[in-house]
């Protein structure tokens, strides 16, 4: 059993802290992250590109290819477990071992992440 903080995950993978999860942008930048890692998700790019003037102005946003912030938060954890499981040296854990270690999908860590 291991134990994640999607922010953390998202924060170590990106290399600088993520913007706002609830946020169309922290959204579209969560799904990218895990696109480019090679997650099977359409790339957010595409669900973007979608979107016109019309599609503003009534309000009316196709991002039916966009998951969720707590599905993404849920994808982040499993990837991560994914990683624990098939290639243990891209993981790197954190915390103290006798109150818990949360583990993170990069095998180094930065001093910083702002």
């Not at 998951?67 to 103290?96: C, E, N």
């Amino acid at each position: 059993m291991i134990e994640v903080h999607p922010h953390a995950c998202y924060g170590t993978l990106l290399g600088r802290r993520p913007l706002q999860k609830t946020s169309l942008e922290g959204r579209l930048q969560r799904q990218m992250v895990l696109y480019m890692e090679g997650v099977d998700l359409a790339n957010p790019v595409h669900v973007i590109e979608e979107v016109s003037r019309h599609h503003l102005l009534t309000g009316e946003l196709p991002l039916d290819g966009l998951y969720s912030h707590d599905s993404l938060d849920a994808l982040v954890g499993a990837y991560t477990a994914f990683l624990v499981d098939q290639r243990p040296g891209r993981t790197s854990q954190i915390g103290d071992a006798d109150e818990g270690l949360i583990t993170l999908p990069v095998s180094v860590l930065k001093d910083s992440y702002s």
